[in-house]
């Protein structure tokens, strides 16, 4: 069975103070990994997917990367806008039809000022 | 930008009553998602359709049936509503199997 688990559950920051989201996940062969931010009371925004090992994206303070069992998403200098849940989930080899992502229960990221 | 609009942002609705909920996207895409998010749970998928009148069991279908008549509609309907299905409903939508998902807004339902 397909798993992710996102680490911390929740994680305070001061503003400027950088740090690591983490994601482990085990899959029967990834197709695709993929980061969402979601604000409260909304739906969950897109981000960045990954596809392959040693795979970066980066996109104004926030840098994903992937190996073959976890990604991080890096936050460099966070602002307080910053805050929201970050979620991660992975799309595995299957079936032909199957499109079915896991998602984890995602990273809770407040940024102080 | 592709929108994915969900008809309602809250609602309130009684013990045996039936619900729907409706979604639309405005891209064209293939694949049409609902899931539910809980405190603690995270996202579970409880339908997906890949094409007009096709459907597909999540994780969780119990209690909730789909309709896809049109490829921009997909409405997830809860027969006999029960207070373990207050809960926000996400829809979303996808252009192919690898591609990212485009959510709605959510809709909060609550069962009383």
């Known amino acids: 069975e397909d798993q992710v688990t996102q680490s911390p559950e929740a994680l305070r920051l001061q503003e400027g103070e950088s740090s690591s989201l983490n994601c482990s996940y085990t899959?029967?062969?990834?197709?695709?990994l993929f980061w969402y931010r979601q604000d409260p009371g909304k739906g969950p925004e897109f981000l960045f997917t990954l596809y392959s090992a040693g795979e970066e994206k980066e996109k104004e303070r926030l840098k994903a990367t992937l190996t073959k069992k976890e990604s991080f998403l890096h936050i460099t200098a966070p602002k307080p806008e910053d805050s929201a849940t970050y979620l991660c989930?992975?799309?595995?080899?299957?079936?032909?039809?199957?499109?079915?992502?896991?998602f984890g229960k995602g990273t809770k990221l407040s940024v102080i000022p | 930008d592709v929108k994915v609009t969900q008809s309602s942002r809250y609602l309130v609705k009684r013990t045996g009553e039936k619900v729907f909920l409706e979604c639309v996207q405005d891209?064209?895409?293939?694949?049409m998602f609902w899931y539910r998010q809980d405190p603690g749970l995270g996202l579970r998928l409880i339908y997906f359709?890949?094409?007009?009148?096709?459907?597909e069991k999540g994780d969780i279908p119990e209690g909730y049936s789909v309709s896809r008549e049109k490829k921009e509609r997909f409405s997830l309907i809860l027969e006999s509503a029960s207070t373990n299905q207050t809960s926000m409903y996400l829809c979303a939508s996808q252009t192919g199997g690898n591609e990212k998902l485009f959510f709605g807004s959510g809709t909060q339902l609550s069962v009383l």
């Open positions: 899959v029967s062969g990834l197709r695709g």
């Open positions: 359709s890949y094409d007009v009148k096709m459907k």
């Open positions: 989930a992975v799309l595995p080899h299957s079936g032909a039809g199957s499109y079915q992502l896991t």
């Open positions: 891209m064209d895409h293939e694949n």
